[in-house]
């Protein structure tokens, strides 16, 4: 495997973001994927995902990893208007980088999972979650006498398998969410925010996974997956044992990511709705 990178990218003037892309020239028809970094929406690189992106590469598929804006460039849904510019980018790009944006997915941890769900919602592409933030209006409703406060004991400058991995962390936990928005004490925005409530028949396939003791609480998982069987469309859960969180558990989902991802992105059937499927 020879794997080539391609960093800092421009892909928004107006806000000045940029995206890495990754690939080896020895694979030709190759899928793409929209690797998705995480921090909390106030916090995190790119460059932290490249370990992901290579070992994709690795199983074949060209990989995008953007930076999107976060607190206080930006609030919701100001990252999720970036992933639409992203992929315009990817699409735009498929001829010249010569990868095939009719098998397009997403990957992402905590908040990119997030954020990898919700272009599955909007655009029909499959996605896969690790640790993602999936309920936010039904949680921060049932937590409103715990004292948000962000974490001082984190190294935020480590490397995200590294960050997090204690277990639960209900303060922090809802400062960070409360802080992706620019009014946080309003709960239409926060229902708003949700993805689960605007999960149709169009959504693409999703592979969740997430500790059973973690960070993120595990009603984001099922609570999507109600939702998903509901309307039919195909999905994954996986519930590791502990405390990990999103990438600190990489290593053990990692194949079987791979498995739905060769379904479901690489398999030319199911991305007949993905390319055209605009949300409404």
């Known amino acids: 495997m020879t794997v080539q990178s391609k960093l800092d990218v421009v892909y928004d003037d107006k806000n000045e973001l940029a995206l890495d892309y990754y690939w080896d020239p020895s694979i030709t028809n190759k899928g793409v994927l929209i690797d998705i970094h995480g921090g909390g929406w106030f916090r995190g690189d790119k460059s ?22 976060i607190t206080p460039q930006g609030y919701y849904p100001d990252p999720l208007t970036d992933m639409d510019n992203v992929v315009a980018w990817v699409r735009d790009h498929a001829d010249q980088l010569s990868y095939d944006a009719n098998k397009i997915g997403a990957v992402g941890s905590s908040v990119g999972g997030n954020m990898s769900v919700e272009l599955a919602i909007k655009y029909g592409m499959p996605a896969v979650s690790l640790s993602g933030i999936l309920d936010i209006d039904s949680w921060l409703s049932n937590h409103s006498d715990v004292v948000a406060k962000q974490d001082a004991r984190q190294n935020f400058n480590g490397a995200s398998s590294e960050i997090n991995q204690n277990g639960a962390n209900d303060s922090f936990y809802k400062w960070f969410v409360m802080n992706y928005f620019n009014d946080n004490n309003d709960p239409q925005l926060w229902q708003k925010a949700t993805p689960y409530h605007r999960v149709d028949a169009k959504t693409g396939p999703i592979f969740m996974a997430n500790s059973l003791n973690e960070f993120v609480p595990t009603t984001g998982v099922t609570t999507m ?15 590791i044992s ?10 053990q989902v990692f194949d079987q990511s791979v498995i739905f991802l060769n379904k479901f992105v690489a398999n030319d059937g199911i991305q007949a709705k993905a390319v055209d499927n605009e949300a409404n």
Not at 48 to 69: C, I, M, Q
């Open 225 to 239: 997956l109600e939702a998903l069987n509901k309307v039919q469309v195909p999905s994954e859960s996986h519930f």
């Open 48 to 69: 932290k995902d490249s370990d992901w992106a290579t070992r994709l590469v690795g199983e074949g598929y060209f990989v995008v990893v953007p930076n999107y804006r």
């Open 242 to 251: 502990g405390t990990k969180h999103a990438k600190g558990y990489l290593d």
